[in-house]
């Protein structure tokens, strides 16, 4: 089975499933699902800005500073103020799209 058998295309309504699923008990059904779209697009925004969608190279590994990615994230979410978002629960959502990512081999 070659590396591209293993990749699923990536799925916006699958991510906030296996979001709102991994979430910690209880941030469950805290949030909608447009909230944590909110948050996914604030990550994507963040590949975006560092130039992760600029190279040619579909083979390479990406290496996402998470911390940054995070800082990133918590820093819109506050200045957009879309909701009240505590660090904790962007923390939480960015880790379930990051997992979700992983279960897809989208950043092998």
Request: glycine share 2%; charged share 40%.
């Amino acid at each position: 089975m070659s590396k591209e058998d293993n990749v699923r295309e990536y799925d916006e309504d699958d991510s906030v499933k296996f979001i709102q699923a991994n979430l910690p008990k209880e941030m469950q059904n805290v949030f909608s699902d447009d909230e944590i779209n909110y948050i996914v697009d604030l990550i994507y925004e963040f590949y975006d800005v560092e130039g992760y969608f600029d190279g040619d190279d579909d083979d390479s590994e990406v290496e996402i500073n998470e911390e940054e990615l995070l800082n990133f994230v918590i820093k819109n979410a506050k200045k957009d103020a879309i909701r009240d978002f505590t660090d904790e629960q962007i923390e939480a959502i960015v880790a379930g799209e990051l997992s979700y990512c992983d279960s897809l081999n989208l950043f092998e």
